[in-house]
Structures are given as structure tokens and as C-alpha cells.
């Protein structure tokens, strides 16, 4: 069992409030999954910027490591440390480098996210404590999307909780379990495409990065995985301006969907959605299964 | 009629009040408000009780009943009135999946649609649903009526035992060993008293009939792998 939220803002009024809105149906989701939390939002891009999301689980690492990677990189960069995450601002043309860099400047950093808007915050805990850590209410953007994880497929981490992003601006979270990722995981190897932990769900998320670097568009990449990717899934997927869902045939997996003129929502349960806006005059349903759902801004 | 506020008294005191309640009590009017789709709302209740909660339901809400009413002024989450052993639960939106799970009695109506593995394992409850309904609905079905005013999903009545399967809409798949039986008068007459006591105005003729073709009662070694 896992639970998940997404929040796909259709009215720029709510932005700010997206992390609050958020916060709100993770915690409700705690019982789903007690052992660790994550979040993913895209608070939006800024020309010519990007940024990594890394995680050190000693934040005295990061001291010193802004102006460093600025020398390294001989441009401008920001960093804002928030717990044991770290968001390097830096320009868009530098990031392959910045990783590269990253790797002898703090050795202990692990990156979580690279993209133009995307940042990823996740930690073993309750969910209310990871949101209290990260300062999640008080995050803005125009969408996100949240997990609250129940292990089942590889031990209790930082790096085995969800989100997974797996290319620039991509972020999956899943509730479920994959049968077939270890041998999806050494397909992917001959492809090119590495894998960094024993997770099946980083699997899925690398899968999908690996078929849209083929040309396939988010929705197109999702389709195929209702062939190659075996076990049980709902997933819900974040790229720059887009938010998709998908569940599997067989759709064991619990999942409900909210629409209005404001936002889309997705809860693993009801309960999940009761405090958004307007929700009593929402359309509310269930996706159907192995049926892709994508919306775009 | 009483009042009970979900959100202010909790789900235990909710579920203990009902269930306390004597097949001769008086206060058989209950209301239930603020569900916020929690789970197990009215649950194990056995007194004639008339149970209305004004919105949505988590898992599991009505399982286990048996005599009482309970209407749900919403939709309803996984496994609403599953191991229903008698009383009527009447949802007025949309149902999850294993609506009526191993039901043995009783009659539960969903007026929107229900989603996958609706009625599974079915033991003798009645399930009329004014929509569609999901893949494997009716799986390993034993006892009573599924009938579905809309369309069904894949694998209708898979490896189902006994049970009348009535649907007046498109079936996308049969299960192994369901297949269509011919409708007859006694057929008719079921399902004309079905959709009375739903309440939902349909005629019986338009209606197909599918059941066991109890093939898989015996084994036979071609089933095997």
C-alpha cells in the first residue's frame, strides 16, 4: 500500500496556495504509507535557468558548495539549502557540467532532480514530519505531486522513497508493485539508460524517460508501458506543464480523480480531496483502466 | 430522526451507536454528516435501522449488514456493502470496485456506475446498478442477481458457480464458462421485481440473461496447464 495526491492547477489564483493544498492531502494519506514522504512541484521556469535538486543527509555539506560550483562552473550560481536538500540555480546550458562537477565538489550529494522547474523533496518519516522539514506548505507552483510510501519492493531510504525523476523534468511517484523490473533494468542498461537504486518504481520512471528520448511524447511512452511494464501500478507522472495518469488492467490499485475550472486532482482515496476548493461541485470519478490521462498547461 | 456528526464524535462512536441499537428500537432514523470519504461508516449494524449519510464513502461502508437501510447521499469507495447478509443499501452516485463483495443477502443499488469486480463472489445478495459496470464483475459468482442497466466490462462472470446475470447494454467480454442463457418468464419476473424494488423505471424485455455453462463443476483434464 502507498498513497498518492497530484494537483494540476488550471487557475493561476491558486499557485501559492499549492503547496498548503498539497500538504494537506499527503498528511490524509499517512496511513497509506507511514514510512517515508515525497513531493515534486514545478513552481515555473525562468529563461535561461535551471536547476538541480541534491540531497546530502548531512547539510553541513553544503556549505561552501554554491560558491564552488560557481568557480567550477565559471557562472553564476545560487544555492538554498531547506534540511538535507539543496537547490542549485544555475544557467540552463550547465547542467550535464554541473553534475559532473557535483560528484568531486560534495561526493555525498546525490541528486534528485534536474530540470527547468522541477523540485524534489523526499525523506524517510511521517509525512507530516517530511512536510514540516521541507517547509512543503509554503511552496508555490502550478502543479506537484505527492507519495506517501509503504514498502514492499527495497528498504526504507531517502533514495527508495518517491518521487523518481529520471530525466529533466520528469517525476513519477507509483503505488503498486512491478514483477518484471529487474529484467526492464537490464534492458534499459543495454539501452544506455542507468538505473542508481534496487527500486522497481525507478525502473518505471527511467522506462518512460528512455521511450520519450526515443521521440514518443509523455502520453505515447505511458501507452507502451501498459505492454512492457508487468505487475500492478497506478501511476501519476509530472514533466514541465504536463500531469498524466495511468493505471494498470487490472487496476487493483485504488484511484480517484477530482476536475473543476481550477485545478485536476488525484487522491488514491476521496478522503485526499476533501478540503480542496469547490470540491462538492467537482466531477469526481475513477480512471478506467489501462486508459492514459494527460492534461497540459 | 437523529443526527451524527462524523467529524466532531468519530468513526467508533458512530459504529457503536448503531450496532447498540435493539430490533425493537425506536430511533430508526439515523442521519450521518461529514463522512469526508472516511472508511467503515455504519458498518455490522443487524436492527431495522434507516441510515442516510449526506456525502461520500472511503472503503468498506455498510459491510456486514443485515436489516438495515443505509443510503449513501454520494459515491462510494472499495467494498461498499461487501458480506451484506440482509437490509438494503442504496448508493446514489458511483461505486469502487468489489461493490457487494460475497454478499449472501439483502439488496444493494447503485444508481451511477460501479467499477471493477462488481458483486465478486456474490453469495445470494441482489445488485442492480443503474449504470455500467467493470472488468470481472461477477467473478466466481455463487448465489443472486447482478443487473446491470448499462454496459459490463471484460470477463463477465468468470469461472462463475450459479447466479443470473441480466445486462440491458453492451457486454465488451464473457469469463470462462459464463455464457448466454435463454431469457424466460421466470426470468422476467425477477427482473421486473428487481427494478421495482431499485426503483429504476427499465423494461425486463430488453434485458439478456448470462450464467454458468457449468463446464468447470468437474475437472477435466484440457483445463489443465
Known sequence: MCGIVGLFLKDKALEPRLGELLTDMLITMSDRGPDSAGIAVYPGAHEGLAKLTVQADDPARFEGLGAAMSRALGADVALRVKDTHAVIDLPADKVAEARAALKSLCPEARVMSAGEAIEIYKEVGLPGDVAKRFDIPHLTGSHGIGHTRMATESAVTTLGAHPFSTGMDQCLVHNGSLSNHNSLRRKLAREGVSVETENDTEVAAAYLTWKMQEGHSLGEALESGLEDLDGFYTFVVGTKDGFGVVRDPIACKPAVMAETDQYVAFGSEYRALVNLPGIEDARVWEPEPATVYFWKH | ?225
Open chain 2, 1 to 225: 430522526m437523529q443526527r451524527f456528526d462524523l467529524e466532531a464524535n468519530g468513526l467508533r462512536a458512530l459504529n457503536e451507536t448503531l450496532q447498540a441499537q435493539e430490533s425493537q428500537t425506536n430511533e430508526t432514523a439515523w442521519e450521518v454528516v461529514n463522512p469526508r470519504g472516511s472508511h467503515a461508516i455504519a458498518v455490522g449494524l443487524d436492527a431495522p435501522l434507516d441510515v442516510t449519510v449526506r456525502g461520500s464513502t472511503g472503503y468498506y461502508c455498510a459491510g456486514m449488514n443485515q436489516q438495515a437501510t443505509v443510503r449513501i447521499k454520494g459515491s462510494a469507495g472499495p467494498g461498499v456493502a461487501e458480506n451484506m447478509m440482509s437490509g438494503t443499501v442504496v448508493v446514489d452516485g458511483d461505486a469502487s470496485q468489489y461493490a457487494g463483495a460475497t454478499g449472501h443477502g439483502g439488496l444493494l443499488v447503485i444508481k451511477g456506475n460501479a467499477s471493477s469486480r462488481c458483486g465478486i463472489s456474490m453469495k445470494g445478495i441482489d445488485i442492480v446498478v443503474a449504470g455500467n459496470v467493470g472488468h470481472m464483475s461477477a467473478f466466481m459468482a455463487q448465489k443472486g442477481n447482478l443487473v446491470v442497466c448499462g454496459d459490463a466490462g471484460d470477463a463477465l462472470g468468470d469461472s462463475i458457480y450459479e447466479a443470473r446475470l441480466f445486462v440491458r447494454g453492451e457486454v465488451r467480454s464473457l469469463g470462462a464458462d459464463c455464457e448466454e442463457k435463454e431469457m424466460r418468464e421466470e426470468h422476467l419476473e425477477i427482473l421486473r421485481d428487481l427494478l421495482d424494488r431499485a426503483g429504476i423505471d427499465a423494461r425486463p424485455e430488453e434485458f439478456r440473461r448470462y450464467g454458468s455453462a457449468r463446464k468447470l463443476y468437474n475437472f477435466d483434464i484440457d483445463n489443465a496447464y
